[in-house]
């Protein structure tokens, strides 16, 4: 445990910082902020503009929506385009599959049906189950609404399987402006100045890896991460925290920020140690 009993959290949160280190200096601990990502508008709107029209001329089999604030996003620019009635009529005639509750929510207010839903924990491994349920995949025309990342998983099991796949991104995410806290971040967690690594998306791996490598500090950090507790908000973030490598020893049952720093100050003390000397010369994580 760190001096004081306090535990010293490095959050790599960016939008919700503030709620961050709110949650976590209410339960007596160190918050450290690191802002990993900053969302920006696609370059241009070409992904999108291609499936509204493949979708009004009846050219999309299946979409799938992957998030809630994504689908949101994907509909009303739809809908700015080419109006409400015509895109749900065209999406009516489609199959609809959606990774977890929140897309689904979005879809009900829309009065759209849903054909294929994931179970939990809602990756897209489990919306692959839930399609592999239904028809044939092959020559399938499959339209996949994307946030910020690529499901390249996703992307690869649905040709697999014969389907013809396009992403529809809106918008994407990049590295902040400011790198300054991030890579001072990744500098003390080499040092060992961490007691908690916490990640509340899967981009967020991805961009201290990419600035862990820029430093040349990617297997010191990757090796110094292990000795910490790692923890993360939900399913598809302990994906890409396990992708990279690195355990997932802590996940909430809901993939809420605040049920997870909970999670973190009912865990973590205990988890602490016996993560210090099990990977202390360790080069691989578990899980």
């Not at 979708?55 to 799938?64: A, T």
Request: hydrophobic residues 40%; contains cysteine; positive net charge.
């Amino acid at each position: 445990m760190s001096r004081g009993s306090r535990l010293r959290i490095c959050s790599f949160e960016t939008r919700a910082a503030d709620a961050m280190r709110s949650l976590i200096q209410r339960r007596h601990g160190t918050a450290i902020l690191a802002p990993s990502v900053q969302e920006v508008s696609s370059p241009d709107d070409s992904e999108v503009l291609a499936f509204s029209q493949e979708l009004l001329d009846g050219r999309i089999d299946l979409v799938l929506f992957l998030t809630g604030v994504g689908t949101e996003r994907v509909l009303e620019v739809l809908e700015d385009r080419s109006g409400r009635e015509p895109i749900l009529a065209a999406l009516s005639r489609c199959r609809i599959g959606v990774r977890g509750p929140k897309p689904a929510a979005v879809l009900r207010r829309w009065r759209l049906s849903i054909d294929y839903q994931a179970g939990s924990p809602y990756t897209w491994r489990e919306l692959v189950e839930a399609l592999d349920a239904g028809p044939s995949l092959h020559a399938c025309r499959v339209a996949v609404q994307e946030y910020g990342r690529k499901s390249l998983g996703l992307h690869a099991a649905l040709k697999e399987r014969g389907a013809d796949v396009r992403s529809v991104m809106i918008y994407r995410w990049t590295l902040p402006p400011n790198l300054e806290p991030l890579r001072h971040a990744i500098a003390a967690t080499v040092r060992g100045d961490f007691d908690v690594l916490a990640f509340t998306t899967a981009v967020q791996v991805d961009h201290v890896l990419q600035v862990a490598d820029q430093m040349q500090m990617r297997s010191d950090w990757l090796r110094a991460a292990r000795r910490c507790v790692v923890a993360s908000v939900g399913p598809s973030t302990s994906e890409a925290i396990r992708d990279a490598g690195l355990p997932v020893d802590i996940e909430p049952d809901h993939p809420k920020m605040g049920q997870l720093v909970n999670a973190i100050f009912d865990q973590a003390p205990e988890l602490l140690a016996t993560c210090r000397t099990r990977r202390g010369q360790g080069t691989g994580g578990r899980g």
